[in-house]
């Protein structure tokens, strides 16, 4: 695999365990369920972009 792969693969077995609850908390603050789904995918992209800059402990 290439790195970005790595980082992708890494990025999901981090993400999944937590992804319904992150639903389920965006759901709770939202307005509607599109607005949901909005914070949900925005969080999960600023997460994505910032996951380099994160330390391996």
Sequence with gaps: MNKLT???VRFMELLN???KRL????????QSTEDAKDIVSE???IAYQSFDSLKNE
């Design 17 to 19: 365990p937590v992804y």
């Design 23 to 30: 639903e389920r908390f965006a759901m709770s603050i939202a």
């Design 6 to 8: 790595d980082k992708k």
């Design 43 to 45: 969080t999960v992209l």
